[in-house]
């Protein structure tokens, strides 16, 4: 079974100190990367007639960002083996495909009998049945399965081919009803939730299963006229099975009441019980994060500069034009400016601001071109910033030069929080090079490449204030550089005195 993790590895003997024991009955040696105090999940995709490529990271996401789960992922699940089940307390159904193969259907079944939790997610209601809902790849290659019966036990429902048939209409925007509030699950929740779904109709239900909301298919949009249900659970053996119908796509995984209920009926599938809080969204609100101003303007960026910021917990960022950016409230509210714009005038107010904004001690990270900023302000490139890219020559100084497309292969020169993690990296930018430098800079990363100066990453000789100035960022290959962008993370919480773990600095 090929699988990959959502999460990062932790050393071997703090996962077998791991709060969470093996499943009942769990036989064979517990993979030693998973996290401690983690419910160990298994999302099982590869196949579907939805947009599993998509869908299925963002499950993986919206469990793991709850602090809750390790998360790692199957496209493979023909290979499952009950030993490697046992390993885990949860298993996610993503998945609308062929049948599985007797091996791993029984892997399957056994292990949920046995007391592993599932969760079955929209598309996965109705594979392996009487619907030939995966006409297609039975045209193409020609095999026609026979169902598997024992699903629709494990599940709770199936499509049938009728009358009356299953189904749904088009999709629209319906709520979501709880009729049992008192469910783990949905306590705490309010009564209802809105969503953009398809809504199922007409399924065949397992006696027994506990439905836990319905919605009304209205017949104007093709529906059946009465409340269908669309979350239950059940039991299989000793599982615990939550099974909901909605998540079509991205579009409808989105909605805080598909959020909320996914995740916490992840959490019961696997422990019996439910602590994650009753309101979720998929981007969960930050806990003190830095605020970030990116400065803007004067030269032209690619939309990738954005994905910089994106998907820390520690950081939150605000896009801003130049003339704009440098107000003195606008300042005040304002941990960290990250310079990416190309200007050369700036107001007699805009300098005052940004020298009491340094002096107070807040911080700065200068990106690419904004390293050309402000020739005629001599204080800003040489004290503050510690080097001036050099639009035209000046007195001594000689016009500075790039050259675009360039593979750098960088160094990592000191040990430092800016470059913590940072390994040499392979990176296709621009290069700078005949750059005015002050003797004083502290150089972090420099590269050997002939078209650049040398000079990639360093700390500025001011003092009042924390700053670092990046060379790199130039494009989209920069900006979606795993390593350009840890860097840059990394700057951005050291000049806001924190370290990349969020705590305060002991160096200074």
Request: proline share 7%; glycine share 10%; hydrophobic share 40%.
């Amino acid at each position: 079974m090929r699988t990959h993790s959502c999460a990062a590895v932790l050393p071997v003997l703090a996962c077998l100190l791991g709060i969470f024991a093996p499943p009942a009955g769990a036989q064979g040696n517990l993979d030693p990367f998973f996290q401690p105090g983690k419910i160990r999940t298994l999302i099982i995709s590869g196949r579907n007639n939805h947009d599993w490529r998509s869908t299925t990271p963002f499950l993986g996401k919206l469990l793991t960002q709850t602090g809750r789960f390790d998360v790692r992922v199957t496209d493979e699940p023909t290979s499952l083996s009950l030993n490697e089940l046992r390993q885990y307390h949860l298993i996610i159904m993503n998945y609308c495909g062929p049948r599985l193969g007797p091996s791993s259907e029984h892997a399957l079944g056994s292990a949920i009998q046995a007391g592993l939790g599932f969760v079955v997610v929209h598309g996965a209601s109705y594979p392996f049945g009487e619907m030939e809902v995966l006409a297609d790849h039975h045209r193409r290659t020609g095999i026609f399965e026979q169902p598997w019966p024992d699903y629709f036990e494990m599940i709770g429902a199936k499509w049938v081919k009728g009358p009356p048939k299953s189904g749904h209409g088009k999709r629209h925007v319906f709520d979501v009803k709880f009729v049992d509030r008192e469910h783990p699950i949905a306590k705490g929740m309010a009564a209802s939730f809105p969503i953009s779904d398809e809504l199922y109709h007409r399924l065949k239900l397992k006696k027994g299963i506990h439905i836990l909301a319905t919605a009304y298919r209205d017949p104007a949009t093709g529906g059946t006229g009465r409340d269908e249900p669309i979350l239950w659970t059940l039991r299989y053996g000793k599982g615990r099975v939550f099974h909901t119908t909605l998540g079509h796509d991205l579009g409808a995984m989105v909605a805080p009441g598909f959020v909320t209920t996914f995740a916490r009926g992840a959490e019961w599938a696997a422990t019996g019980k439910v602590t994650l809080p009753a309101t979720m969204t998929a981007e969960p609100a930050k806990k003190n994060p830095v605020r970030v101003q990116l400065v803007v303007g004067g030269h032209a960026y690619a939309p990738s500069l954005y994905g910089v910021f994106d998907g820390y917990s520690d950081i939150a960022a605000t896009v801003v034009d130049q003339p704009s950016a440098y107000g003195k409230q606008r300042l005040r509210d304002t941990d960290v400016v990250v310079m990416y714009d190309m200007m050369q005038p700036i107001s007699n107010e805009s300098k005052a601001n940004l020298r009491s904004y340094l002096e107070s001690g807040k911080g700065l990270v200068v990106l690419h071109h904004a390293l050309a900023d402000y020739q005629n302000w001599e204080w800003w490139w040489r004290d503050v910033v510690g080097a001036r890219y050099v639009l035209k020559g000046w007195n001594d100084l000689p016009q500075s030069d790039y050259k675009e497309g360039i593979w750098m292969r960088t160094k990592t020169v000191a040990r430092h929080p800016v470059t913590k993690g940072v390994p040499p990296m392979l990176i296709h930018d621009k290069g700078y090079a005949h750059m005015w430098y002050s003797p004083r800079i502290k150089l972090l990363v420099t590269t050997e490449h002939a078209n650049s100066d040398g000079k990639l990453a360093w700390i500025s000789p001011y003092e009042k204030a924390r700053v670092v100035a990046i060379q790199l960022g130039h494009g989209p290959e920069a900006h979606n550089h795993p390593d350009f962008r840890r860097l840059v993370h990394n700057a951005i919480l050291w000049t806001a005195r924190r370290t990349t773990d969020g705590s305060s600095p002991k160096e200074k």
